[in-house]
């Protein structure tokens, strides 16, 4: 065996110790030791101090942002978990003769990037040990450090509450290709975000895989939006963590009656409108041979002024916004940007917004999401109906709601399935159920057996026999 392989059976051994240590856990036990995770990264000046190490080590996003993902998301994972049964029977359907109960898929390999160094792998990971699942996290080499510290408090945490810490670990440093692939390869679950080609090298490692896709949000502002509304939404959404997020705003979508009148709205909200010149110097600067450039992306707008080299009046903007007028499949700036940047598009009707919704998806970021400003709810229908992405978020700031929100439905999360559209085996937003096997007790009930005529009548009636 390589040193990569053996260095791997190692960790994946002491899981599974971890693991029957913990397999006779009560629903209890595991609600505290899920608790126990949540605290380790919650708790206020752990919180902060990793955010301020994850932005000092990686170079990406902000230290406030940063803090919010810390405790916001963690805290809103932990009400979802609270709020399911994990343990033993989970589903008893007496009708259907039919009794599940809930146990764990294994050993989880958490492969986690480097603008979530702490708050994806800590999701993760409260995740699997809510079924009893042991994880092992493999972080971005650059965000390694943040990451191991967290895994750290989480280690602690579970030590302090009764629980084996090797239900989390961490690949030893300096992380690479060979460790990451032979743990992929070892583990029972591959669960991973960031890079698609890391997904791709997890769909390709023989263990079952969950993968997400790649975000490019584009979202609508119809015509009757409250533009003030829409403006400042977008403008939180788009500036939290320097648009580190896959839920960011890449492009807006501006109804040609509105459009003079919602431009001035994002300007008022800390948008910048930059001339023809100042685009060019963006696309030659925030792209290098065709790839976004690190030194640009995820950046403060002080740093994006300087080195795209804007006017004085851009000085105290918030996001920098550039007009496309239609999304062109060969402009960079159709494609998603890691960055402030915003591309603007102006639409006619709902027929060209779902015409040019089409076009920037099909570029990238198919299956993850849209979102629509409007006060016309078909509008909002039409999308879901008509797009192919896994969520359609309405009069919403995109990134707070996209992962999950304390005043919509869906799942907290930090991981975005995109489904098939995306290359992914899920078209919901990774959660809980993801990391259980499901064993069904089947019991026989009545007989439910329809007469021929039942079922097939109606065709005879319609078609003949």
């Not at 609600?31 to 708790?43: C, F, G, N, P, S």
């Not at 750290?152 to 990451?180: C, S, W, Y």
């Not at 939404?233 to 040609?256: P, Q, Y």
Request: aromatic content about 6%; overall charge negative; some cysteine.
């Amino acid at each position: 065996m390589t040193d990569a392989h053996t260095t791997i059976a190692a960790l994946i051994a002491r899981a599974r110790a971890a693991m029957a240590d913990f397999a006779d856990a009560t629903q209890e036990q595991a609600d505290a030791a899920v608790t126990a995770l949540a605290w380790a990264i919650y708790e206020p000046t752990r919180a902060r101090a990793m955010a301020e190490q994850a932005v000092d080590e990686t170079g990406l996003g902000d230290v406030e942002s940063k803090v919010i993902k810390n405790q916001r998301k963690t805290f809103g994972c932990l009400r979802d978990l609270m709020r399911i049964p994990s343990v033993g029977i989970i589903e008893d359907l007496p009708e259907r003769g039919l009794v599940k109960y809930a146990k764990p898929v294994g050993v989880v390999a958490a492969v986690s990037p480097s603008t979530n160094p702490t708050a994806t792998p800590a999701n993760k990971a409260m995740f699997a040990i809510k079924s009893r699942n042991a994880v092992i996290i493999a972080p971005s080499p650059s965000g390694w450090g943040a990451t191991n510290t967290a895994v750290t408090h989480m280690r602690a945490e579970l030590q302090k509450a009764g629980f084996p810490a090797d239900l989390v670990q961490i690949l030893p440093a300096p992380v690479n290709k060979a460790l990451t692939q032979a743990l992929m390869e070892q583990a029972d679950l591959v669960v991973v975000t960031g890079s698609q080609n890391n997904v791709r090298r997890g769909y390709s490692s023989g263990t079952p895989t969950i993968g997400v896709g790649a975000g490019n949000v584009p979202v609508v502002i119809d015509a009757d939006a409250d533009l003030e509304d829409a403006a400042e939404k977008i403008c939180r959404s788009k500036i939290f963590d320097n648009a580190t997020s896959c839920s960011s705003e890449n492009s807006v979508l501006i109804h040609d009656a509105v459009y003079d009148a919602a431009i001035a709205a994002l300007r008022r909200a800390g948008g910048y409108l930059c001339n023809g010149d100042e685009k060019s110097r963006i696309r030659d600067t925030l792209w290098e041979n065709g790839h976004l450039n690190r030194r640009v992306i995820a950046k403060d707008a002080a740093t994006l002024c300087d080195l795209f080299e804007l006017r004085p009046e851009a000085q105290g903007a918030k996001f920098f916004m550039v007009e496309e007028g239609t999304p062109d499949p060969a402009s960079p700036f159709t494609d998603e940007k890691l960055s402030l940047v915003l591309s603007v598009y102006r639409i006619s009707d709902m027929d060209d917004a779902v015409a040019q919704l089409r076009t920037i998806l099909d570029v990238c970021g198919k299956g993850h999401s849209v979102g629509i400003h409007t006060n016309t709810p078909v509008h909002a229908t039409r999308l879901a109906e008509e797009i192919d992405v896994v969520r359609v978020l309405v009069n919403q700031a995109h990134t707070f709601a996209n992962g999950g929100s304390f005043d919509n439905g869906l799942e907290f999360t930090l991981s975005m399935g995109g489904g098939t559209w995306a290359g992914n085996s899920i078209s919901e937003n990774l959660n809980a159920r993801h990391f259980m096997n499901i064993t069904h007790l089947v019991r026989t009930i009545p007989e439910d057996r329809p007469g021929e005529a039942d079922l097939f009548g109606p065709y005879w009636d319609r078609y003949g026999k």
